[in-house]
């Protein structure tokens, strides 16, 4: 009973009505999210449509291995945050804990990951501009949307790692109880980044291959 107590927070009368109150704020955030990561989804869609023998050929030069490896990162990491998720539910202190941190360790192999596949395209000046290798002219176009798209991602996995590693201390601390519906919002924000990379794995890495 001390430890329910301990995950109410004010100004919220019982923890149900606090549990429905993340919910609805974590999924308006969510929400906003989508119509962003979906403004560029739908950039992506028209100028591929316009140009898809340049897309073709600008896919063809993504590294698969690095975005296979990340792909399979990135799943990994939403099943131990769903473990993670159920083993707070159940009060498992050390598994949650143990989840958690296997959940950042993942998420910190992806951005290791993509700062490599990063490099190797930089060395090969696949950046718009000048020196850029590839032709027609509109490939250009690809990479340019590859490095905002991936970019904008890495942004957010880092910051979910950040989240997941402040929730882990508060829970090791015991600053609030693992029961508490602090994990439900790690997990439901963490689910969306995976999903967004499920999107983008097919639309840069298999561009050209299928």
Not at 54 to 64: P, S, V, W
Not at 67 to 92: F, H, P, Y
Not at 123 to 146: C, D, N
Request: glycine fraction near 8%; charged fraction near 10%.
């Amino acid at each position: 009973m001390s430890d329910l107590a301990g995950a109410l927070r004010e100004p919220w009368p019982n923890l149900r009505l606090q549990r429905e109150g993340v919910g609805v704020g974590l999924w308006l955030f969510l929400a906003s999210e989508v119509l962003f990561f979906g403004g560029l989804f739908a950039t992506y869609t028209i100028y591929r449509s316009l140009n898809a023998e340049a897309f073709r050929i600008a896919g063809e030069h993504t590294e698969i291995i690095y975005g296979s490896i990340n792909t399979v990162l990135l799943l990994t990491s939403s099943l131990t945050i769903t473990v993670a998720l159920r083993a707070a539910t159940l009060q498992l202190r050390a598994l949650t804990l143990r989840c958690l941190a296997i959940t950042a360790a993942l998420g910190f192999a992806f951005l290791v990951c993509k700062g490599l596949e990063y490099h190797g395209d930089l060395e090969e000046h696949l950046v718009p501009g000048p020196r850029f290798p590839l032709s027609p002219p509109a490939t250009q176009i690809f990479w340019g949307l590859y490095w905002i798209m991936t970019g904008i991602h890495a942004i957010h996995l880092s910051a979910g790692i950040a989240v997941v590693l402040v929730v882990f201390t508060l829970f090791q601390r015991r600053v609030i109880p693992v029961q508490g519906s602090t994990m439900e919002g790690v997990a439901i924000y963490w689910h969306f980044v995976d999903s967004v990379w499920v999107v983008l794995y097919p639309l840069i890495y298999l561009m050209g291959r299928s």
